[in-house]
């Protein structure tokens, strides 16, 4: 992966980066376009009223995606689904007909993961782009990645489910969030980190080089997640991760 300074911007799965990505989520075709005038890496389409990955309407998305027109990676979640092979599978087959880039699945607690996963493997192998979603403040299973590599993801995202407990960085140790990077990394996975991060989380976030920082929260008015978007605090959001990136390669380069 690779962050570029303007359109279409390079990730791809496995590959080795200094550089970590902006993913902006988005309820609507006005803020996607909000989110693509402030050059963020993915721009992410999901219903926040709904939950932790509520689905926006397929209209909806498609005329996003629609409306990008490959300018910007896109992805969207399939919703806060129980992990029923049946369920999962035809909200991905419906959610893969917007043209999206990447669907993003919640991986829940309970339900069958290893059959969903089976179910999903198939469609992996038609070329479609799958993010597993996992929940630091629910049990963290990472022992999953590698089966999930196997059967043809292209990424996992480790995000939080309970938003009013706090950001990622307050719900699971430093450590705990590297390890989930490391072994994420290992496989040749994409990896992102996201859940209510806040500016104070990007410095030791990027200490750890995952592919991408997801926010919402942060970039929203009041930071309320279910406010619209806040196009000042998404400036402050970008500015904050291009500036640290950039001391840290002036440092490297240095040495």
Not at 42 to 62: C, F, R, S
Not at 86 to 100: F, N, R, S
Not at 135 to 148: E, G, K, T
Request: with cysteine; net charge negative.
């Amino acid at each position: 992966m690779a962050l570029a300074d303007g359109k279409n911007r390079n990730f791809q799965t496995g590959e080795q980066s200094l550089m970590t990505g902006l993913l902006a989520s988005v309820n609507s075709l006005i803020e996607a376009k909000i989110a693509l005038t402030n050059q963020v890496d993915i721009i992410d389409l999901k219903q926040p009223e709904k939950g932790a990955l509520g689905a926006l309407d397929t209209q909806t998305i498609t005329e996003v995606v629609t409306y990008i027109d490959g300018e910007c990676l896109v992805s969207a979640t399939i919703g806060d689904l129980p992990m029923q092979p049946e369920t999962i599978l035809q909200a991905v087959k419906t959610t893969a007909q917007t043209g999206v880039d990447f669907i993003k699945i919640g991986f829940f607690p309970g339900g069958k993961w290893h059959e969903s996963i089976d179910a999903l493997a198939n469609l992996s192998k038609n070329d479609l782009k799958l993010i597993a979603v996992f929940f630091a403040d629910q049990h963290l299973d990472n022992s999953f990645i590698p089966i999930l590599k196997k059967a043809g993801f292209d990424g996992v995202m480790l995000d939080t489910m309970k938003k009013q407990h706090g950001s990622l960085t307050q719900v699971l140790p430093l450590e705990k969030i590297a390890e989930f990077v490391n072994i994420t990394k290992n496989q040749k996975l994409l990896c992102g980190l996201a859940g209510s991060l806040q500016l104070f989380d990007i410095p030791s976030l990027l200490d750890l080089q995952p592919d991408y920082l997801g926010f919402r929260g942060a970039i929203c008015l009041q930071k309320n997640r279910i406010e619209s978007i806040d196009e000042s605090a998404l400036q402050k959001i970008y500015s904050s991760i291009m500036e640290y990136q950039s001391d840290v390669k002036s440092f490297l380069n240095s040495v």
